[in-house]
């Protein structure tokens, strides 16, 4: 079983930087690949950018790829989004999520542990 709590969320303006973590409880949480997704207001969540069990392979969506970072720390079983350049169309609540297997999905229903959500919200 594997807990998730994201923080970091916040009001920034357009240009601007935040840095969301994930904090995981479990002894496995080096072994699960991870993930970040989003989902604005009447939207669906959509994938941000996911990680493999080791940090070795990432994978970005277009609209963040240049800007964001994902990154995680098992030693502290951590994980972060760096995000920079924010822009208003990044307005969402951001979620951080694990699956049960090393390597990441790009589906959603692939990750069994979600947090609660942290709202970020980009002032134009």
């Known amino acids: 079983q594997v807990q998730l709590v994201e923080s970091g969320g916040g009001l920034v303006q357009a240009g601007g930087s935040l840095r969301l973590s994930c904090a995981a409880s479990g002894r496995t949480f080096s072994s699960y690949a991870m993930g970040w997704f989003r989902q604005a207001p009447g939207k669906e969540r959509v994938r941000v950018a996911l990680?493999?069990?080791?940090?070795?392979?990432?994978y970005y969506a277009e609209s963040v790829k240049g800007r964001f970072t994902i990154s995680r720390d098992n030693a502290k079983n951590t994980m972060y989004l760096q995000m920079n350049s924010l822009k208003p169309e990044d307005t969402a609540v951001y979620y951080c999520?694990?699956?049960?297997?090393?390597?990441?999905?790009?589906?959603?229903?692939?990750?069994?542990?979600w947090g609660q959500g942290t709202q970020v919200t980009v002032s134009s």
């Open positions: 990680i493999n069990w080791s940090g070795g392979s990432t």
């Open positions: 999520a694990a699956t049960n297997s090393g390597g990441y999905s790009y589906r959603a229903d692939a990750y069994l542990y």
